[in-house]
């Protein structure tokens, strides 16, 4: 029924545009029953170029348009719907007259392509000094001016992990304070829009929640088990709250929390998210974050794959790739062997015989791929001619193969 309303009343807005006033807010992103919070596919969003320790900022300074569309195009192509990305108080002291353009363009290239905005804004001297509030007052008027009405701009996050560090510490109490003044804030002067807060634990998602239209907490569990465990205690509490619920952080090398695993419990859970990020930044969390490089290729494509709805298989049956099944590792492994016995081998040969062995292993997974093989030959073909680094690879190579021949093979040798 509530479907059949809702279809009825776009109709109306269709038919009668000159009966009404155009409200420019119906484009956003609706918690109230046309669509839903666990609906969300989102992203953090750092372009992959900026500077670190300043990128939050000078990814504004020094905004780029052309590199916000190419980065865009990649979100939509993984049908992303929201992205969370981080605006500083510093561009309004640095970048005053020009910054609301650039924020407008982005939300509105983010909106061209289905993906809401959820600008993160509660930082400001305000943390430091309590008498400062009404800056923070004056920077949320400036915000909202900017694209308070853009349809793309889907919430407010007014305030980053204000449960981190976690107590005691000195700190704690002044980033909640600063929270829900914020959330105050903008409440009052957007009333239309939902405002929300991203904390970094369950705990601190519930202490906050009077605060919030749409409760958010991240997670960067080590096992399924505690992953799940967050999400049901989130779920549990958001279905009392009676409020949408996202989870606005997660996926993280470093912390043994893989993108495919988190993705695929909270896919199960039916919870929206955001992954900490999209792109690979160069300066900053690269190292351990991120889908795409600057180019548009990826470091992992199981990462890609998730995304998609697709998991790789670790349960029941599993069907090991055989590399060898024809052959072709015993044949790479004897014709590298002879290669490198000859003192004058041809270059180009070589190489061939090298790219060969690296299909296979990349192939057959039989190696980690934090350095491809197949980047270790390609780094040689558009090199100098170095016949020692070549012998050293196609060495190396042939001796990660040698196991993976099949098992007749082995026992002629």
């Known amino acids: 029924m509530k479907n059949l309303i809702f279809c009825y009343l776009l109709l109306c807005f269709a038919i009668m545009p000159g009966c009404t006033k155009t409200n420019n807010k119906t484009d956003k992103f609706d918690f109230t029953g046309a669509r839903d919070a666990s609906l969300i596919r989102g992203f953090n969003y750092t372009p992959a170029n900026v500077k670190a320790p300043r990128h939050h900022l000078d990814s504004w300074i020094h905004y780029d348009s052309t590199t916000t569309e190419f ?4 979100a939509k192509s993984l049908n992303l719907n929201q992205t969370r990305v981080f605006i500083m108080y510093n561009v309004f002291t640095e970048d005053e007259e020009a910054f609301p353009g650039k924020l407008r363009h982005f939300v509105r290239e983010c909106h061209e392509r289905g993906i809401g905005v959820m600008p993160v804004v509660g930082y400001g001297p305000w943390m430091q000094d309590t008498t400062q509030y009404p800056l923070a007052r004056e920077w949320a008027q400036y915000l909202i001016d900017a694209i308070g009405d853009e349809p793309g701009l889907a919430m ?3 305030m980053n992990e204000p449960d981190w560090p976690p107590k005691p510490n000195p700190m704690y109490n002044r980033k909640f304070e600063a929270a829900k003044q914020l959330s105050e804030i903008f409440r ?6 939902p405002v929300t807060i991203g904390a970094a634990f369950v705990d601190g998602m519930i202490e906050l929640a009077d605060y ?7 997670d960067y569990m080590q096992t399924r088990e505690q992953i799940r465990k967050n999400i049901e205690r989130a779920k549990e509490f958001a279905a009392q ?3 949408p619920l996202i989870n606005g952080e997660m996926g993280c090398i470093a912390r043994a929390n ?3 695993i988190t993705l695929e419990e909270h896919m199960k859970a039916n919870v929206g998210w955001y992954i900490w990020e999209l792109m690979i930044v160069n300066e900053g969390w690269g190292k351990v974050h991120g889908v795409f490089y600057e180019d548009g290729s990826v470091r992992d494509p199981s990462i890609v794959a998730a995304l998609m709805g697709y998991f790789r298989k670790r349960t029941g049956n599993i069907l090991p790739a055989e590399a060898d099944l024809e052959g072709r590792i015993t044949r790479v492994v004897d014709e590298g062997t002879t290669w490198l016995n ?8 070589g190489l061939d015989l090298a790219e060969t062995a690296a299909h296979l292993m990349e192939a057959g997974e039989l190696v980690a791929m934090r350095i491809p093989p197949t980047w270790e030959v390609n780094q040689l073909r558009e090199g100098e001619e170095d016949r020692s680094a070549l012998k050293e690879l196609l060495i190396k190579f042939i001796e990660t ?3 993976y021949r099949k098992k007749e093979d082995q026992e002629k040798k």
Do not use: I
């Open 156 to 158: 407010w996050d007014v």
């Open 401 to 403: 193969l040698r196991p």
């Open 241 to 243: 709250a009676g409020k």
């Open 71 to 74: 980065d865009m195009d990649l």
């Open 258 to 260: 893989p993108y495919d």
């Open 342 to 349: 000859q003192p004058d081998g041809n270059w180009d040969e």
């Open 212 to 218: 919030v239209d749409v409760l958010q907490f991240h």
């Open 188 to 193: 009052e002067l957007d009333p239309n829009t």
